[in-house]
């Protein structure tokens, strides 16, 4: 059973270089996918460095900054046209530790999608300032309430897709682009019926490297979510 990282960077030269040999050392089924979206820091270079010194490195050079949810469709299309079996979501500053990547890994043998999460045993988010925090615990509180889901964590983005779902969902579909994009793929996922598991993680905030949180991706998950619960009253989901 292979399995692919996607890994989206914007101007993350110093974690890359780190990053990538931590996954690949996590389980030799595992491969990376960067999708680097022309950073200035030279990111994507780095990658094609990177992947020249290992097979099982590859890269997906975007022209322009358009934002996470892009870079993900793009990279599970890139996924699709190849052989894996299990596509990973994560980030690449080391919020998402790649020592959980093999619980996902085990978790997916038993699940179409896993999650995971930092509020399946309380709060696992460390260094974040308190305000950061409410928001996100929050923003799940309401993602919660108005899907219907009963997931604790719907807006994180360390996750581990069966082929089979992404196969499922519509990604041209797809239009959010922030946080609202986590909750979008899950809850697509859901509605057609996979299976959801959610795994324990600790959230570490980002040691390296400038944050890219803005209002307008909090605007975005706050009216995301009731449109999603129309499209699937509406039956216009697909
Ligand atoms: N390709 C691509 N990657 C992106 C883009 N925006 C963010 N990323 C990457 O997506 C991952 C998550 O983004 P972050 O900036 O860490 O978002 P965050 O965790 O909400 O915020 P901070 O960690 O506080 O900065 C990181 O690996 C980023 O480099 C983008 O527009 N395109
Ligand atoms: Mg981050």
């Known amino acids: 059973m292979n ?23 996590q389980d030799e089924r595992l491969s990376v996918l960067v999708v680097d979206d022309n950073s200035p820091d030279g990111t994507g270079q780095l990658a094609d460095q990177l992947a020249k010194e290992s097979g099982r490195v590859h890269v997906l050079h975007r022209k322009a900054k358009e934002g996470l949810g892009k870079a993900y469709l793009a990279g599970f299309r890139w996924a ?72 604790r964590d719907l807006t994180g983005g360390f996750k581990c897709f069966r082929r089979r779902v992404l196969e499922a969902i519509d990604l041209d579909a797809v239009h959010s682009n922030g946080y609202a994009f986590q909750i979008e793929m899950t809850f697509r996922a859901w509605k057609r019926g996979f299976s959801i598991r959610e795994v324990p993680i600790v959230f570490t905030d980002r040691e390296q490297g400038n944050s890219k949180m803005s209002k307008a991706i909090v605007r975005e998950a706050i009216w995301m979510v009731p449109k999603l619960r129309w499209l699937s009253w509406t039956g216009q989901l697909g």
């Open 80 to 151: 699709l046209a190849h052989p894996f079996e299990c596509i990973l979501e994560m980030d690449a500053d080391f919020s998402h530790h790649p020592r959980y990547l093999p619980d996902l890994l085990l978790a997916s043998e038993s699940a179409d999608l896993v999650l995971g999460s930092r509020y399946v045993s309380g709060v696992n988010v460390v260094n974040w300032p308190m305000g950061r925090l409410l928001l996100s615990y929050y923003a799940n509180a309401y993602a919660r309430r108005v899907t219907g889901l009963s997931v």
């Open 3 to 25: 399995a692919l990282v996607v890994l989206p960077t914007y101007n993350e030269k110093d974690n890359l270089l780190r990053i990538v040999p931590e996954i690949l050392a």
